[in-house]
């Protein structure tokens, strides 16, 4: 497969599913605020701080209120993570390879981005603004499902699955640390009703409400953050997703399991190790934020790891070549 094929359909994925998990940054928000109690102040800045787009939002629009954040985060064209924004540089990609992908999948996908565009151009009615982002969620699972049942699993589509895991795992680890930024004023509020209605809020933002209450019964923090971090059968969990990446690595390489030939390979493979052997005692007593810190940066490596291997240019081998890379255990 071309690097610009393959470059396409895996930041076709990642567009999509960063869009997606957006609109559930916003949809957690509005979920909170009806549940607040009242008197209690609106916090929006939590979200730009989760997306790391502050320093542009405060350029641009200086107070973090809800109209000048959901503005930004969903129509804003000039911020490229913006909803509207991820949507057409998606929808760029999948033009560039419509003879890879199925015509389903380019219809869907360019179905969906007519919606936002159409929304983006008339002002947004607040008691329907969380219908609208459901609606965003249901249209990018609605992708998902048309690009695992009508686009051939071979190269493509595992490429499509590296990029959609691992923007999702980046996405959760945000969410949950979102957490730790809104609402709470003092940490007498731990534990109180108000807290654990947050917990639910979160918990439905990544659609795992129902499959953590089946789980675990009575929802705690340090219960919602084994289960979204460390589980390994719900498919939004952190752990789920990158041995979802890996596994579809492995499948492109040709590379046997639990060895490694190639830097993407071992840093994904690191990654799952690490959460193989973590426990959630383990990343509560060092902090869920520092821990969240250290994730996101080890997973931005693996990231520019995999660019690096596939989609970059490389210039071609001299006439002596080295030799040729052994077989190595993934620590």
Request: glycine share 4%; aromatic share 12%.
């Amino acid at each position: 497969m071309l690097s610009r094929v393959a470059n396409s359909i895996y930041w076709m994925s990642r567009y999509v599913e960063r869009a997606e998990n957006v609109a559930r940054f916003i949809d957690v928000n509005l979920q909170l605020l009806l549940d607040a109690p009242p008197g209690q102040e609106q916090q929006w800045q939590p979200l730009l701080n989760a997306t790391a787009d502050q320093d542009e939002f405060a350029q641009r629009y200086g107070q973090a209120t809800q109209d000048n954040v959901v503005q930004f985060l969903a129509f804003d064209p000039r911020n490229p993570n913006s909803i509207l924004s991820c949507l057409q540089a998606a929808r760029e990609n999948a033009r560039g390879v419509r003879e890879v992908i199925s015509s389903a999948m380019w219809l869907q996908l360019n179905k969906f981005f007519l919606m936002v565009r159409e929304a983006a151009a008339a002002p947004m009615d607040v008691d329907l603004a969380a219908e609208f982002f459901h609606e965003i969620i249901l249209s990018s699972q609605l992708f998902t499902g048309i690009t695992d049942a009508t686009m051939t699993h071979g190269a493509g589509w595992h490429f499509s699955q590296i990029g959609r895991m691992i923007e999702r795992a980046d996405k959760v680890s945000r969410i949950l640390d979102m957490k730790y930024f809104i609402l709470l004023k003092s940490p007498q509020d731990a534990g109180t009703s108000f807290d654990l209605i947050q917990w639910g809020a979160v918990l439905r933002s990544v659609s795992a409400f129902e499959m953590y209450c089946k789980r675990h019964g009575r929802i705690s923090p340090r219960g919602v953050v084994e289960f979204l971090v460390l589980d390994r059968e719900f498919p939004r969990s952190i752990r789920f997703c990158l041995r979802s990446a890996r596994d579809s690595l492995y499948v492109i390489t040709g590379t046997p399991p639990s060895t490694f030939r190639y830097a993407p390979e071992k840093l994904l493979g690191q990654l799952c190790s690490d959460l193989e052997f973590i426990t959630v005692d383990d990343i509560l007593r060092c902090g869920f934020h520092e821990y969240t810190d250290q994730f996101q940066t080890k997973l931005n490596l693996a990231a520019q790891a995999i660019f690096d291997k596939f989609f970059a240019f490389q210039a071609p081998p001299s006439p002596i070549s080295a030799p040729a890379a052994n077989l190595l255990p993934i620590a």
